[in-house]
């Protein structure tokens, strides 16, 4: 087996500002949605129905957006790799969330300058990412283009099938959501899992030419490290 690179470990600006405000941005959008979708399916009536659908439609319309520049952003600036699965490590990964969480083992990745998701995380971001956003996306908007009355070339499915559906991709997301809460409460203080992305900076490892870029290209974006003061 070819040995691998010496690493170290250093703070370095892990997510940008655009990507933090993205997160946030996204993060309290999916909470309003959910609960004025909630409210517009009659779960619970502390807001009318004439509310939650104009305020479920305007923030729904307003996170479309969001993701427009958001895949921008991604595919400029070469973000996109990060989200690409890898099979390295991922039985690991896997066996340590399934296992090894509930024996108190240390978590078998690290992030690296090139890949800052572990291969469970990218798998499932990917899925959320391309498949369960634009399922409720198009089901979104095609409801709203039948309610309207601009829908006829819809008309053959049905709106009952098409709320179907929206529920469907929306219970998915709810799912994700409680998972990826619940992840935060495990390991590490969910305050240090929530800070990297309030600040930007996390813990990474880099190997010696890693290193030496970020000095010589973008020192701005490696911090002191608490063990070097």
């Known amino acids: 087996m070819a040995n691998q690179m010496p690493t170290s470990t250093h703070t370095i600006q892990v997510y940008k500002l655009f990507e933090r405000i993205w997160h946030w941005s996204q993060a309290a959008s999916i909470f309003v949605l959910i609960f004025t979708g909630l409210a517009i399916h009659g779960t619970h009536s502390l807001i009318d129905f004439g509310t939650a659908v104009s305020v479920h439609t305007a923030v729904a319309l307003a996170l479309l957006l969001l993701w427009v520049f958001a895949v921008f952003w991604l595919f400029t600036t070469g973000q996109w790799r990060h989200y690409i699965p890898t099979t390295k490590n991922f039985l690991q990964v896997a066996r340590y969330y399934a296992f090894g969480i509930f024996k108190g ?96 900076n996390d813990e990474v490892e880099l190997t010696v030419e890693e290193l030496a870029f970020i000095m010589s290209d973008e020192p701005q974006k490696l911090k002191v490290d608490s063990s070097d003061e």
């Open 105 to 200: 083992e240390n978590h078998p990745y690290h992030k690296t300058y090139l890949r800052k998701h572990n291969p469970l995380q990218a798998m499932t971001y990917l899925l959320v990412k391309i498949v369960i956003f634009p399922a409720i996306w198009i089901s979104g908007i095609a409801y709203l283009l039948v309610s309207i009355g601009q829908g006829d070339f819809l008309g053959g499915i049905g709106m009952e099938y098409i709320a179907l559906f929206h529920s469907v991709a929306a219970i998915a997301v709810i799912v994700f959501i409680i998972a990826h809460i619940y992840l935060l409460t495990t390991g590490h203080s969910f305050i240090e899992h929530v800070r990297p992305m309030i600040t930007g």
